[in-house]
């Protein structure tokens, strides 16, 4: 094992504490010993060398986190979108995302993981490795965990401290489980099982928060896991000695991870040319420049490569764009997607920005009849399932046709899943639509959190993992309701606590934003 005294003694494994001294206790007079007496030992009052750097980090990330929750929800949502790892942004040159990432999280269920983590292993791989390697290797690890991110994930935006806490662990489970073999360290059968067991658990943690409504990024933990593994091979290996016929392991280790680095880097950010979202970046950028023959070739490639979910993206980034929303509709209509619960989500899409630019009009209904047609056919084709029920029902619900089967549909998605909010939302605007006052209003207001609880223990939400179930669209719904059953005092409240939330205001999608900009200013003419 590792001869260098500044991560370990002479001969001493990294899985053993070497911090804690003994002090000997010795007469003022050195040449006077009581008879038949030996000195009596005391153990030191702290462990050294400290682990300053591990609390000094967890310290700034406890900081950064009360700051922007004490700025409140605004601050929170800035920081994601200018500080957090955008794979777009870092195409286009921001690469200081791959270290800011690191100092933001989603709420402090997932600060508290990476804390409890961070100091788990952290204390012994800071004594193992001394203050200034684990310092590099900290934001070595976050490089590596970035870096991964921006080549393998496909959508979201990347935030977190796990790349670097899973580098942690890395090192910590090869200097604890591997073996000492000519001052090299040697990783056996054991190290193996172990880091076998830890993929699968962090597989079993993002499928948790997964359950939770998040996506987890599974690449970073992965890249951030292998990168520790090799960290720790370069600073437990001896220097080589060519007079001794020693081979320097470790500068074949380093020589490596700087191959790796290079390598990752380059096709992440430089290009990555088997990544679809990166053709379908270089495709808008194309159509910025006026380049249209380079964008449709870039976003066929992309379509080539990602298939249903390249075009689904694709249809939302032109429905968004200025002026584009006649192309996405085209692409649509001629080149639709193979899986049919794709093509109702874009085409959900393309009602969003219709809707938004010219309200409720011939073109909008025309286009809700198409997706009623296309849902009926989803569950003819694939069969019925909580989502095709509740699309079935919310659109015949916006076109107020066919509320009678609207209401069967609507009762078979909330059987499926009691607890489902927008399934309630769906439910409760069909009860409105068939002028049932007192059905509509239980579950409205049950869709917000506010109404009789009509489902089961919510184990996710009693340990904090599900998201705030006071979404912008469901409040939105409510107001709306009042209004028409002229209760305006209380549409007035939902208005004004819906404006007080800016999670749920900017979460509004477009018409829903067109909506409650209607709404707000009808209540305040009366």
């Known amino acids: 094992m590792p001869s260098d005294e500044n991560y370990a003694q002479p001969g001493a494994d990294p899985g053993v504490e070497t911090g804690r001294e003994e002090i000997q206790e010795v007469p003022e007079d050195p040449d006077i010993v009581p008879v038949g007496e030996r000195p009596r030992r005391k153990r030191a009052w702290i462990r050294k060398p400290y682990p300053v750097v591990v609390w000094s980090l967890a310290l700034v990330l406890i900081g950064v986190q009360v700051l922007l929750e004490l700025r409140g929800s605004e601050a929170i949502l800035w920081a994601v979108e200018n500080l957090g790892q955008d794979r777009e942004k870092i195409w286009e040159g921001e690469l200081w995302r791959l270290f800011t990432c690191n100092f933001i999280h989603g709420g402090r269920t997932h600060l508290l993981f990476n804390l409890l983590a961070l100091v788990l292993f ?27 991110y921006q080549a393998f994930a496909r959508d979201g935006i990347g935030i977190g401290a796990s790349g670097a806490v899973c580098g942690l662990i890395g090192v910590f489970l090869a200097g ?33 928060w997964e359950l939770s409504g998040l996506s987890i990024a599974d690449s970073a933990h992965f890249g951030g896991l292998f990168s520790g593994v090799l960290a720790a091979l370069y600073f437990f290996s001896r220097p080589g000695n060519p007079e001794q016929g020693i081979i320097d392991r470790r500068r074949a280790v380093g020589a490596t991870a700087c191959l790796v680095v290079l390598c990752l880097g380059g096709y992440s950010i430089g290009r990555p040319f088997m990544d679809w979202s990166w053709h379908l970046w270089r495709s808008g950028a194309a159509l910025e420049r006026g380049d249209e023959a380079s964008a449709a070739s870039s976003r066929d490639r992309a379509r080539e490569l990602g298939g249903d979910q390249a075009a689904l993206k694709f249809i939302i980034h032109e429905a968004l764009a200025d002026n584009r929303l006649g192309e996405a509709m085209m692409y649509w209509e001629q080149e ?36 009623v047609a296309l849902t009926d056919e989803a569950m003819e084709t694939e069969g019925s399932n909580r989502s095709l029920l509740n699309q079935a029902a919310w659109f015949r619900a916006l076109l107020g046709k066919e509320l009678d089967l609207a209401l069967v549909f ?18 409760g605007w069909v009860h409105h639509r068939r002028d049932e006052v007192e059905l509509a209003r239980k579950y409205l207001t049950a869709a917000v959190g506010r109404g009789d609880d009509i489902g089961g223990f919510d184990l996710l939400g009693v ?60 209540l305040n003419s009366q």
């Open 122 to 148: 952290g204390k012994a791989v800071e004594r193992w490795l001394g203050r200034p390697r684990f310092f590099f290797s900290y934001f070595f690890f976050t490089l590596m965990g970035s870096l991964s």
């Open 176 to 208: 604890r489980l591997g073996r000492k073999e000519d001052d090299h360290l040697a990783l056996g059968l054991r190290f193996y099982i172990w880091i076998l067991l830890t993929c699968i658990l962090l597989w079993g943690e993002s499928l948790l």
């Open 463 to 522: 340990l904090g993992l599900r998201p705030p179930t006071d979404s912008g669209s469901n409040l939105l719904y409510l107001a709306l309701a009042y209004s028409e059953w002229h209760q305006l005092d209380e549409a007035r409240k939902i208005i004004a606590l819906l404006g007080r939330n800016d999670y749920a205001d900017r979460m509004l999608m477009g018409h829903e934003v067109r909506l409650y900009n209607e709404l707000r200013e009808t």
């Open 336 to 371: 639709p997607l193979e899986d049919i619960e794709g093509q109702l989500a874009a085409g959900f899409r393309l009602y969003d920005a219709l809707y938004f630019e010219r309200g409720y009009c011939r073109e909008v209904e025309l286009l809700l009849e198409r997706l």
């Open 410 to 427: 609507a009762r078979e998605a909330l059987a499926l899943n009691p607890r489902d909010r927008a399934v309630m939302n769906t439910l």
